[in-house]
């Protein structure tokens, strides 16, 4: 696949912005080759219902600014609806674990929560910042409208709060294991096929 239809693919299915270094390491090219994929794709999509905005060594794929009365009319709709079963499940996993990469609420939830955590945000319920100790993440938490909305002045006051943290807790040190081991595997057979040639 050309490089400019693997970054917008991967743009798209990650819903939130990509350093150039992840998308090169990605895709095994060089950033340099990232760059010029992100230049032809920003061409093609001139005109177009969707633009790829660069800033700094981030690429991401957003709506273009002529759509904009368009989108704010779609998002009044849907920040008028209910938030549904995969908002409240994310949303708990929020308030009951804390700030949470987007894999990690993934792996709880067992599904991709990549537009489900856009819709919260846009709905003001769920806030979205750099991680402090990998660049390449995000950290989403709830916000205090969250809490306000729920009647909650204090994360403890929720039901089984203790309990459930808990339970959430060892479910994702179940994932780090299974990686590890996963890891480890990989790097066994490694071995074992270097010294076999």
């Known amino acids: 696949?050309?490089?400019?239809?693997?970054?917008?693919?991967?743009?798209?299915?990650?819903?939130?912005?990509?350093?150039?270094?992840?998308?090169?390491?990605?895709?095994?090219?060089?950033?340099?080759?990232?760059?010029?994929?992100?230049?032809?794709?920003?061409?093609?999509?001139?005109?177009?219902?969707?633009?790829?905005?660069?800033?700094?060594?981030?690429?991401?794929?957003?709506?273009?600014?002529?759509?904009?009365?368009?989108?704010?009319?779609?998002?009044?709709?849907?920040?008028?609806?209910?938030?549904?079963?995969?908002?409240?499940?994310?949303?708990?996993?929020?308030?009951?674990?804390?700030?949470?990469?987007?894999?990690?609420?993934?792996?709880?939830?067992?599904?991709?929560?990549s537009f489900i955590l856009r819709h919260l945000t846009m709905r003001g319920l769920v806030k979205r910042e750099q991680h402090k100790t990998d660049q390449r993440t995000f950290l989403y938490s709830v916000t205090t409208e969250t809490l306000a909305h729920l009647g909650v002045t204090k994360l403890e006051d929720l039901p089984d709060f203790n309990e459930v943290k808990n339970k959430l807790s060892n479910t994702l040190e179940m994932q780090k294991e299974e990686e590890n081991e996963n890891s480890g595997d990989e790097n066994k057979k490694a071995e074992e096929i270097h010294e076999n040639t």
């Open 1 to 113: 696949m050309d490089t400019d239809r693997a970054i917008e693919a991967l743009l798209f299915y990650s819903a939130e912005p990509m350093r150039v270094s992840e998308l090169a390491r990605i895709l095994s090219v060089s950033e340099d080759d990232v760059k010029a994929g992100a230049q032809l794709l920003q061409t093609t999509l001139t005109g177009r219902g969707v633009s790829l905005v660069m800033h700094e060594d981030t690429l991401e794929l957003r709506t273009h600014p002529d759509s904009h009365s368009l989108i704010e009319a779609h998002r009044k709709e849907e920040l008028s609806k209910d938030i549904g079963k995969a908002g409240l499940e994310t949303v708990a996993i929020l308030l009951y674990r804390g700030a949470s990469t987007r894999s990690e609420i993934d792996y709880i939830r067992g599904v991709n929560s």
